[in-house]
């Protein structure tokens, strides 16, 4: 026999041991996707034209909070500042969910502003909390459990207290009411190219809806889009037969992270919650969010009133920890520029009051500081989040405040 002629045989082998070896595993597959069994759906219809804008860099798929940051993050942004995330996706040092005896705990949830967009690691809110804090109250430790998330919305800042916050047993919750766009979140199932989980209300029932959001494509957790790109579009041949075979059915779902797959799968929310290590009494709260009617749209109008009653639950959840409650609230750069409040402002701060919620409110004490706002905000207060000696001042007025 030629060489050449021995050579086609063993190729031939080759590829006959490949087909066997490809069609027993579609065999597999198709036994492991049970009939009946939910159909992970198509890539292009996952996200309905929807492309994640602006947080990409810094943020990851999650199934119940929308988004949550990317794990472990290091790397520069704005212009070579360091960002810097922990295990748990937190731009913050390393926390346990333990608290070591004599230790004091501030959770801080909260945007963009409180998670320090165009600011350093050490330049953040929470940083340099930790630090008044260690000149405000000396005699006592005290940690800071940054939780912010740039480009949450109080609804998924309260299911994040609900999913980790009252896991670290913080003495007191602090929350960062942004006024450029907190309204217009909360109002919102679809933020910044991607969705998100929604609070309406009914009566003063807060209901959620819009859990598990549909995954958007560019996720750095969606490993679909990465495995397997040429399944985005298009109508080949090869497109055909991948979207009739059973390995690729069952790749959509085992190639993505488990909370991923179960989100495609249509677990429920509660399961997700279990499955994300929330503590037994804060699914049992979550429940109480769910079964309502779905109504479609909020009010128009009705955006503010609902900011105030999720913040309430914020407080509500934080109190039934044993932890004290604050808000903080931030006005925009071009209404503090202005010398006015604004509608908007003075009626989230005025619901607060009215409700009992301890405030910080932030415009009135740059004001009677006499900070410009070329000092309180980034850019010469050409851009709406604070700078470093804005992030400062709140520190420093929410550590007083702590101390106390």
């Not at 996200?47 to 990409?56: K, L, N, Q, T, W």
């Not at 600011?119 to 430790?141: I, N, S, W």
């Not at 604050?326 to 409040?341: E, F, I, M, S, W």
Request: proline fraction near 6%; hydrophobic fraction near 45%.
């Amino acid at each position: 026999m030629s060489a050449l002629r021995a050579l086609g045989v063993r190729l031939g082998l080759v590829a006959t041991g490949l087909l066997i070896a490809v069609l027993v595993l579609e065999l597999g597959c198709r036994l492991l996707v049970r009939p009946g069994s939910p159909t992970p759906p198509a890539l292009e219809t996952i996200d309905e034209g929807m492309r994640m804008v602006g947080h990409e860099q810094f943020n990851e798929y999650h199934p119940l909070l929308g988004m949550n940051g990317i794990p472990r993050l290091h790397t520069t942004a704005f212009g070579g500042l360091v960002v810097t995330h922990n295990g748990r996706g937190n731009r913050n040092h390393p926390v346990t969910f333990s608290k070591p005896e004599g230790v004091h705990r501030v959770v801080l949830l909260g945007d963009s502003n409180a998670w320090g967009y165009g600011v350093g690691d050490d330049q953040t809110l929470g940083a340099q909390l930790e630090a008044a804090l260690a000149a405000e109250a000396p005699a006592g430790r005290w940690e800071v459990a940054n939780l912010a998330v740039t480009g949450y919305g109080p609804d998924q800042q309260y299911l994040k207290l609900l999913l980790e916050g009252v896991r670290y047993r913080p003495d007191v919750v602090a929350v960062m009411y942004f006024d450029l766009n907190d309204v217009m979140e909360a109002m919102s199932p679809a933020m910044w190219g991607v969705e998100k989980p929604r609070f309406t209300l009914h009566g003063e029932r807060l209901c959620l809806e819009n859990v598990p959001p549909k995954v958007a494509l560019g996720w750095p957790n969606h490993s679909v889009e990465r495995l397997l790109p040429s399944l985005e579009g298009g109508d080949s041949l090869f497109r055909r037969v991948a979207d009739a075979s059973a390995i690729v059915a069952f790749l959509r779902t085992r190639t993505l992270r488990p909370e991923l797959a179960e989100a495609w799968n249509g677990r429920s929310v509660l399961a997700l919650a279990r499955r994300q290590g929330m503590p037994s009494a804060m699914q049992r709260t979550l429940a109480g969010h769910l079964g309502c009617p779905a109504d479609g749209a909020p009010a128009e109008g009705s955006g503010r009133r609902l900011v105030v009653a999720i913040l309430r639950s914020l407080r509500a959840v934080a109190e039934g920890a044993g932890a004290r409650f604050v808000v903080l609230t931030t006005p925009t750069a071009g209404n503090y520029k202005d010398g006015v409040r604004g509608e908007q402002y003075d009626e989230i701060v005025a619901g607060l009051a009215a409700a009992g919620v301890a405030t910080i409110d932030l415009e009135r004490m740059a004001r009677e500081a006499g900070m410009p706002p070329e000092a309180l905000y980034l850019n010469r207060a050409t851009d709406d989040h604070f700078s470093v000696a804005g992030h400062r001042a709140a520190a420093a007025a929410l550590a007083h405040l702590v101390a106390r």
